[in-house]
């Protein structure tokens, strides 16, 4: 029993004149060298990007909100009176969650459908989103953990207050540099 496969000729190599004559390439402005460059799938990687800046931020903002909330219960217990001292790690946690919406935002208004999109633009998109994302995750881990000891330590030890805020502010600045990047990745012309 023999199957027909429209894309391959008796000698079960793949036909190219008959793949580009199904095509109707002839016919349309679109050339192989434009589906090369502008492929039907090319706004995927930017869409990708979009998706990617905005969870895994996220999902970093998210782990430093519960793991400093942890903290901030605890704290509470025995010092009702820190509770709003103790709140800027989750305020600082939640704002990485920003520089995932703003890239999100940036790449989103760029998407186009395929013959206006070319697939390294969306490379370069999917990248921007990547290292925003990558950097927030970092960052919400790191607020996240330094924030729940800190502000479980700042209850016995109130000195450590200045310390702490400091060691927030270079763990912030992890997810910031994710965001200079993505925004300068998205600046980027390849077309």
Known sequence: MEYYLPLFNESNSLDVPGLIESLKLKETSTSPIMLDRYPPYSPFYGVMGVVFSSVLTSAGAAYGTAVSGTGIAATAVMRPELVMKSIIPVVMAGIIAIYGLVVSVLLSGELAPAPKYSLPTGYVHLAA???????????????????????????????????MILILIFAEVLGLYGLIIGIYLYTVNIK
Not at 147 to 161: D, S, Y
């Open 129 to 163: 989103g990547l290292s925003v994302g990558f950097a927030g995750l970092a960052a919400g881990y790191a607020v996240g953990e330094v924030g729940e000891v800190g502000v479980r330590h700042i209850a016995l030890q109130p000195r450590l207050f200045i310390g």
